[in-house]
């Protein structure tokens, strides 16, 4: 695996090829993203993993200094998992003067869920996959479905800006007890740990109900939160959404349980198709 740091080196990397595989990561790597890594290695002539850990998504209150730089245990893994370039750019390469163009991504898609408790995220998020698909001359990208809302923000900035790239979603990563991987359960304690599963069980009673067919779901969507603060848990929300656009369910459409809560200081995010 070859390791560049810098533009003029990314480029020069980069001119043999014609069709750029990416993933784009903020490193903290887990076999989630390793799973990324393999899905893309087929999809284009180079595979290339991006970590930067990037300001820019960060609200002022938010974890930015302490997020997880592990580098060298990073680059083992993309380079076992078949990772045939990493660009991991400063952020004086990345940023090397203040950006003050930004994508702005609609509110309706980006100011809810997410948006709502994040401000600013979906525009920090677009402005920096936007700044690395064109860097790394992207033909495909793949990301995680972990991250739905985001998904969908920037299969819409593609779509919208015309990018010649084909996004792709990744099915999320389990661990054995249902809990979805993420850079950040390792800042849960032992016993949080153990009660994490409880997301993703509320979020599968969630589905369940749907499935039997029930459709008074804000009520659905409060049963689910009252039983998460039952447990310890602290939510922000529990909504059900369509899949296509993430607007408010409807019976008869692809829909989508999401769910954000603080277990302790640690805050974690799924989802679950229905």
Known sequence: MRIVTTLPALAQALQPYRHPAVVPTMGNLHEGHLDLVRIAKPL?????????????QFGPSEDFDTYPRTFAADCAQLEAAGCDL????????????????????????????EGQFRPGFFSGVCTVVLKLLACTQARTAVFGKKDYQQLMVIRHMVDQFNLPVRIIGADTRRAADGLAMSSRNGYLSATERAQAPQLHAALQTLAQAVRAGQTNFEALQNDAMAQLRTQGWQPDYVALRRQADLGPAQPGHALLALAAARLGSTRLIDNLEI
């Open 86 to 113: 990493l660009f991991a750019p400063t952020e004086a390469t990345l940023y090397p003067q203040p950006q003050g163009f930004k994508v702005a991504p609609p509110p309706e898609l980006a100011d809810v869920l």
């Open 44 to 56: 284009g002539d180079v595979q290339v993993a991006t970590i930067f850990v990037n300001r820019l």
